[in-house]
């Protein structure tokens, strides 16, 4: 990554090597990053990256939409239809 890139991770906290990410901030290897999610979540008040001036950590806020927040009841209403009713469910992790 180029010296002026931002990190964003909205996905997953664990596809991020934390170390990693605060030693390419420290270094100024990229310019800052910004955390939806982190792994664990929440990170420790210790961690190193929550004392970064580069480093934004927010606190799994992705998804705090009205319009998402309605979407994700919406479908937890399908999805207890569903399994009363024996069928397959939306979305199912399996």
């Known amino acids: 990554m180029k010296p002026t890139a931002l990190f964003i991770n909205t996905a997953r906290g664990g596809i991020v090597d934390h170390q990693a990410l605060t030693n390419a901030l420290k270094s100024k290897t990229i310019a800052a990053a910004g955390l939806d999610v982190t792994d664990p979540e ?8 929550l004392k970064l001036d580069n480093c934004t950590v927010l606190p799994h806020l992705g998804s705090a939409t009205v319009e998402t927040r309605e979407a994700m009841a919406a479908l937890a209403v399908e999805n207890l239809r569903r399994g009363a009713r024996g069928e397959e469910l939306v979305a199912e992790v399996k």
Do not use: K
């Open 42 to 49: 929440y990170l420790p008040l210790d961690s190193e990256l």
